[in-house]
């Protein structure tokens, strides 16, 4: 018998904000961080998975995945991973834990963190990818992973299980497709707000040359300057070349319609998180207000209800799942599902540490067992910070090919691991250390 015997938990950060990668109009100056999970056993494997922040609070996060360590240490390890449906109804079940949030925030993103880990020693077991582990599971199986408690007024169990018992139709023929032609992906890699005008037309070249068929700008802090920049990606891409758009949260729903109206001449594919992404009544003005520019939104969605009633009220065009956000893979699938039933596309939001690694692998599920074909499905892609993953993304003119490594995609480096420790790391040594986000206790 196998034991698990610790959660260790390391505050990894990189300092992003130098060059201004991942700047918007929203977070200026992110230091793309994560707080890294080894889930450790008494045998010589383990599992691996990370909650995404950007800098000041990744020790908060971290300090909410070390909390969970009482729900693992020192029990039986098959028998967790053959339930996995069951602890993650048992973390998501802690009453003193859910109170901090009840299935959202901070200890939701902490739980994901376990079971994404879990998922990720059960796959390495199986010595299988993720998606494969996933898409190898009847229709049956997959849906005892899911909690449709607070769906049901939307998604029924029959109905999701008719989703998944339709999806398993051609589901070989499927995955032998997308081991071919892998799925689209989309840049935002000359995108972010803090990129000169030169380097935005170079890399919106070179996008175009390594073949993506869509890249997103970030917009929001200026007016004159979305203009322009959306102006500058028109005239370099073409006419008929999608090109989205991403507000990070910058308006009211009044703001977004002006902001978008002014910016339609340039024929935005999508305008993405256009406002407070908890407003499921705002995304709906808003998603009226600028037709035919779509609605997507969901990289700060905190839980499966608040995208139930996103879709529900036809506030959105296209779900974008994020794979440390929610609690993991099971709660995850409860939203492809939810998509699958509402007839939306799954976009995957992507980037970050470690993001692309992982939510690939729902996507991936997503088209060979789930939604199926689907030619308005694409996931993120930012060139950032791959090369401290053993199993970095592999990008193939455009689109994500199949990992076919045992895993999740999250494991790191040891040495990047080593060099990006904050605040001691060989990094940041020479930085003034950040004084922890903690209030003092009286």
């Known amino acids: 018998m196998s034991l698990f015997t610790a959660l260790d938990v390391q505050d990894v950060r990189f300092p992003t904000s130098r060059h201004l990668d991942g700047s918007d109009a929203m977070n200026p100056d992110p230091d793309y961080s994560a707080a890294y999970l080894s889930l450790r056993t ?19 996060q971290s300090a909410a995945i070390a909390a969970l360590a009482p729900h693992l240490v020192g029990r039986d390890v098959e028998e967790v991973l053959s339930d996995l449906g069951g602890i993650y109804r048992e973390l998501i079940s802690d009453s003193q834990l859910r109170w901090l949030g009840p299935e959202k925030g901070v200890m939701t993103m902490a739980i994901g963190a376990v079971i994404n880990a879990l998922w990720d020693l059960r796959a390495r077991r199986e010595q299988r990818p993720l998606w494969l582990t996933l898409a190898s599971l009847t229709p049956e199986e997959l849906l005892d992973l899911v909690d449709l408690r607070y769906l049901e007024d939307a998604l029924s169990r ?4 008719e989703i998944l018992r339709r999806g398993a139709e051609g589901k070989q023929q499927r995955i032998a497709a997308l081991r071919e032609r892998g799925v689209p992906a989309y840049t935002t890699t000359p995108g972010w707000l803090g990129y000169s005008d030169e380097k935005l037309t170079r890399l919106l070249h070179e996008a175009r040359d390594e073949g993506f068929e869509m890249v997103k700008l970030k917009v929001g802090a200026d007016p004159a300057d979305d203009e322009r920049r959306m102006r500058i990606a028109r005239e370099v891409m073409g006419p008929d070349y999608p090109i989205a758009m991403d507000a990070n949260q910058r308006w009211g729903s009044a703001e977004a319609i002006e902001a978008v109206r002014a910016l339609a001449p340039h024929a935005p594919y999508w305008i993405e998180e256009p406002t407070n992404p908890d407003d499921v009544l705002a995304h709906a003005v808003i998603r009226e207000g600028v037709a035919p520019v779509r609605i997507a939104t969901g990289e700060q969605a905190a839980s499966r209800v608040l995208f139930k009633q996103l879709l529900q009220a036809e506030a959105i065009d296209v779900v974008q799942v994020d794979a ?33 690694e992982m939510v690939q692998h729902l996507a991936f599920l997503d088209a060979v067992a789930i939604a199926g074909d689907d030619a308005r499905r694409r996931i993120e892609f930012v060139d950032h910070l791959h090369e401290h993953f053993e199993v ?5 003119h455009g689109s994500y090919m199949p990992p076919e490594q045992p895993g999740n995609g999250s494991r790191m480096l040891e040495a990047s691991i080593a060099d990006h420790l904050f605040p001691d790391g060989p990094v940041w040594a020479a930085e003034p250390a950040a004084a922890p986000v903690a209030a003092a206790v009286r």
């Open 42 to 60: 008494d045998a010589p494997d383990e599992g691996t998975a990370l909650v995404f922040t950007i800098g000041r609070g990744n020790d908060v």
């Open 158 to 161: 029959e109905e999701a299980l």
């Open 324 to 356: 440390t956000r929610v609690a993991g893979v099971n709660e995850n699938l409860a939203i492809l599902l939810l998509a699958a039933k509402f007839g939306v596309p799954v976009c995957p939001h992507a980037g970050g540490v470690g993001l692309c």
């Open 392 to 396: 970095p993304v592999r990008i193939e």
